[in-house]
């Protein structure tokens, strides 16, 4: 039996990185999927290639979890595709690290625009009818920034640390009836978002090799890596699992000396 069969999901910026491997092992796993994403041709092809893959429902439709009502859209067109959505899955998220006080205000919204209001406006738009159903999961795509902190990265772990927050908050208040709410926080993952970063600095492969000697694996997560996790949580093994964070780091945010 595939563990999540008979489930509908909908996971946001699923064109590409996390929320496409998280799709794909949804999919594989039984599940029907939309992809609510910004950049509808990447997520096109992606559901093409998840369909072909696994023969799951597979839907993309343009999203910008940034606006309310966008989600509300992609949740209603999800909901009349599949059915009840029995997940959620808040992955849509953009680096902005900058310097505090050399920060534009633009720079300010634009990150908690993202990365913190988008996954509220997720959670806004399917609680009314998991609340109501008395079941579902969500899994909100957060980040070791979300209790480490990197100078220079600002104010990314600002938003990160609120996704925590809005999770244990939800996860709480939803609890009895029986919606869990929970977070994923990923070290470094090999994704477009982590070569940009490398990119960005002076010497882009010196940088790489750097991230590579910090971790206590010697090498740094994949994207499938988090989608085990975003699988368990969203499946009926993990039923007591609620307001939590499970990090998927390799290890790198126990350790205390680099
Ligand atoms: P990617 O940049 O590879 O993918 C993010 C996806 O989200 C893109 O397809 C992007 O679309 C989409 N997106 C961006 N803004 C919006 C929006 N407003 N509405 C809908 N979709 C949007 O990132 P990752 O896969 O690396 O990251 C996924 C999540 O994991 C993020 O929340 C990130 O913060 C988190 N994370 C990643 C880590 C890593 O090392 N990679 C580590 C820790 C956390 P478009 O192409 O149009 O921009």
Known sequence: MKRLAGKAALI??????IGAAIALAFAREGASVLLAELDIDTAQQTAEHI????GARVLALHTDVTQSA??????SEAEQAFG?????????????FCDPLTMTDDDWRRCFAVDLDGVWNGCRAVLPGMVE?????IINIASTHAFKIIPGCFPYPVAKHGVIGL?????????PRNVRVNAIAPGYIETQLTHEW???QADPAAAQQATLELQPMKRIGRPEEVAMTAVFLASDEAP?????????????????HD
């Open 198 to 200: 490398w990119d960005q």
């Open 12 to 17: 946001t910026g699923a064109g590409r990185g």
């Open 240 to 256: 007591f699992i609620n307001a939590s964070c499970i990090t998927v780091d390799g290890g790198r945010s126990a350790l205390y």
């Open 70 to 75: 966008s989600v509300r859209q992609a949740v």
């Open 84 to 96: 009840a959505l029995d997940v959620l899955v808040n992955n849509a998220g953009i680096n902005v």
């Open 51 to 54: 369909k072909a893959q696994t």
């Open 167 to 175: 999770t244990r908050a939800l996860g709480i208040e939803y609890a």
């Open 133 to 137: 159903r008395g079941a579902g999961s």
